[in-house]
């Protein structure tokens, strides 16, 4: 897509989280 000048309006971001333990301060925190 960027080789074709395509461009997003905002940024992206690709996130990901392993559920190993549910305490563990995870996404829900990232976002906030």
């Not at 897509?1 to 995870?26: D, H, Q, T, V």
């Amino acid at each position: 897509m960027y080789k074709n000048g395509f461009r997003p309006r905002r940024s992206l971001m690709f996130c990901s989280w392993g559920a190993e333990e549910y305490a563990l301060i995870g996404s829900l925190e990232y976002v906030q």
